[in-house]
């Protein structure tokens, strides 16, 4: 004796039988977008700090030599050694200045900006690939 129903008959002859339900499908997980990410803040103002520590170097440098050329003469043509002035010496030094304000872009690129940079890169690429898999899911 069983206690199952029998199945009932289609209610026209044609009717082709009833369609398996289909199996659960997990709910989507949403992410938020690459473009409000948090970490994109952070990588603009590590990128901002780092343009302004190289800027500031350089044109920093040069500024206060204009300045002590302009309003301290009589220390820019005082004699440090065998007759080398200090505003000769002070205007050679802005070559060596300089290459550190590229050291320093260097530097801060690779140990702040870069490791930044390369996390948003392959968030953004899973972004895609799940943008993707969820699109071809859909059809």
């Known amino acids: 004796m069983s206690h199952d129903p029998p199945p009932r008959p289609p209610t026209y002859p044609w009717q082709p039988p009833p369609a398996p339900p289909e199996p659960a499908r997990r709910p989507p997980v949403h992410h938020a977008p690459s473009g409000r990410h948090s970490d994109l803040r952070v990588l603009r103002g590590a990128y901002r700090r780092q343009r302004r520590v190289a800027t500031l170097t350089a044109l920093g440098y040069f500024v206060l030599f204009l300045v002590l050329s302009a309003f301290v003469p009589s220390l820019m043509t005082h004699r440090v050694a065998a007759g080398l002035p200090t505003g000769l010496l002070l205007a050679l030094l802005q070559l060596p200045v300089t290459w550190l304000a590229i050291v320093l872009y260097e530097h801060t690129a690779r140990r702040h ?27």
């Not at 900006?113 to 059809?139: F, M, N, W, Y």
């Open 113 to 139: 900006v870069d490791p930044l940079a390369d996390r948003i890169r392959k968030q953004s690429a899973l972004d895609a690939r799940r943008a993707a898999r969820h699109a071809g899911a859909a059809r």
